[in-house]
């Protein structure tokens, strides 16, 4: 990840997205849907601004997945649909079904206290419960920037250690009363999965989300296995791209995964047909609390549409995965170039979607 204790948020505006479509591509209102976002995409690509994964999916067909530019610069390796790229904190959505779906197995309960699960526990967060974390409203300091990186199986280790230096810690406000994004609070969570589960994070989501679903892209980004179609991180600065530093992300389950756009397809499918959680954990899920934030999603609107939504951004990736429930669009940007606004990529695809005015006839895949 870029710094221990820096959100996982995007970084830019892309600048007058509309104005830039309508000079460079003045035929897009004449052509189709797939059409219209691909000559979006493709004029930034040829200014190296974007490279990565557009995914679109309409009443649950795909009807755009595109890869641009290169996974791997010095090889010259493109991307291609199956390329693996870092999610950042797209992870936390994962992390909050797991958390949901161990509810529902009856191994812990979103009021229970999070000192039921961690050694040590503070006294002073005796009532700080799952929900809290689940909302980044526990009023635990973010002390991710306290953890060293250290292999994903260790994790859990390396927070107790963290919580034990700093046992006596005060919290920073009641529990609930205040929203502070915290990759700590999910990096807690991702410890209270592997207490309640008795399986370490990675194995418990592979058995009980990621393999029923059928998601083989998708999995921790250990920096120590040789993993097949891993795209590279770059940087793009003054026109340029650059590789990024190479470092272990250490995101554990604030945002350590690895995955592909089809496989957040996949998961959008069962996840919204009930075949991953019941209908009350999926409005407990997305019912916003503080921030318009509910378990692990952004639950907002835009243009007067409901959104699910979260943005992922760590070193050398970008990522943002949208539904609009109430139109059964998913729309999913995955980026190899860190400073790629992967959010504002999607809220532009979005315009294309909606666009009322739009002239391309029949949609593909209705």
Same mark, same amino acid.
């Given at each position: 990840m870029r710094s221990?204790?820096?959100? +996982?948020?995007?970084?830019?505006?892309?600048?007058?997205?509309?104005?830039v479509l309508l000079f460079v591509c003045p035929s897009v209102y004449g052509q189709s849907l797939s059409q219209q976002i691909d000559s979006y995409v493709s004029s930034?690509? /040829?200014?190296?601004?974007?490279?990565? %994964?557009?995914?679109?999916?309409?009443?649950?067909?795909?009807?755009?997945?595109?890869?641009?530019?290169?996974?791997? !610069?010095? *090889?010259?390796?493109?991307?291609?649909?199956?390329? /693996?790229?870092? +999610?950042?904190?797209?992870? /936390?959505?994962?992390?909050a079904i797991a958390v949901a779906k161990?509810?529902?197995?009856?191994? =812990?309960? #979103?009021?229970?206290? +999070?000192?039921?699960?961690?050694s040590d526990? $503070?006294?002073?967060?005796?009532?700080?419960? %799952?929900?809290?974390?689940?909302? !980044?409203?526990?009023?635990?300091?973010?002390?991710?920037?306290?953890?060293?990186?250290v292999p994903v199986e260790k994790t859990s280790d390396e927070i107790d250690r963290i919580v034990k230096s700093l046992k006596n810690r005060q919290l920073q406000g009641q529990p609930g009363e205040?929203?502070? @994004?915290?990759?700590?609070?999910?990096? =807690?969570?991702?410890?209270? +999965?592997?207490?309640?589960?008795? /399986? =370490? *994070?990675? $194995? #418990?989501?592979?058995?009980? %989300?990621?393999? $029923?679903?059928?998601?083989?892209?998708?999995? @921790?980004?250990?920096?120590? $296995?040789?993993?097949n179609e891993r795209a590279?991180? @770059?940087?793009?600065k003054d026109g340029q791209?650059?590789?990024?530093?190479?470092?272990?992300?250490?995101?554990?389950?604030a945002g350590g995964l690895l995955s592909t756009a089809g496989d957040l397809f996949l998961l959008d499918r069962a996840l919204f047909s009930g075949k991953l959680l019941s209908k009350k954990s999926l409005d407990r899920m997305f019912t916003a609390y503080k921030n318009e934030y509910g378990f692990g999603w952004k639950v907002t609107?835009?243009?007067?549409?409901? =959104? *699910?939504? !979260?943005?992922g951004a760590t070193h050398g990736f970008s990522a943002h995965i949208a539904r609009y429930p109430d139109d059964d669009v998913l729309i999913v940007i995955l980026s190899n170039i860190e400073t790629e606004n992967a959010s504002e990529t999607a809220s532009w695809i979005a315009e294309i979607v909606f666009d009322p005015e739009r002239k391309s006839g029949a949609e593909p895949g209705r």
């Open positions: 221990r204790n820096t959100q +996982i948020a995007p970084r830019r505006i892309v600048p007058l997205l509309i104005a930034r690509v /040829k200014g190296q601004e974007f490279s990565g %994964i557009v995914l679109v999916a309409l009443d649950g067909k795909v009807v755009v997945q595109n890869a641009y530019g290169m996974a791997d !610069h010095e *090889y010259s390796v493109p991307n291609t649909p199956q390329t /693996k790229f870092r +999610i950042g904190s797209v992870t /936390k959505p994962l992390t161990l509810q529902e197995m009856g191994k =812990l309960d #979103f009021e229970d206290s +999070i000192c039921k699960f961690i526990c $503070p006294a002073e967060w005796q009532l700080v419960r %799952i929900r809290h974390l689940l909302t !980044h409203t526990s009023g635990i300091p973010d002390l991710f920037g306290a953890m060293d990186a205040e929203y502070k @994004y915290s990759n700590f609070g999910y990096c =807690l969570l991702g410890y209270v +999965i592997e207490k309640a589960s008795g /399986k =370490l *994070y990675t $194995p #418990f989501l592979t058995e009980n %989300i990621l393999g $029923p679903v059928g998601m083989s892209g998708t999995l @921790y980004d250990d920096p120590r $296995p040789i993993i590279q991180g @770059y940087v793009r791209v650059y590789n990024d530093k190479l470092t272990d992300p250490a995101g554990y389950s609107s835009r243009g007067g549409k409901r =959104l *699910y939504n !979260h943005t």
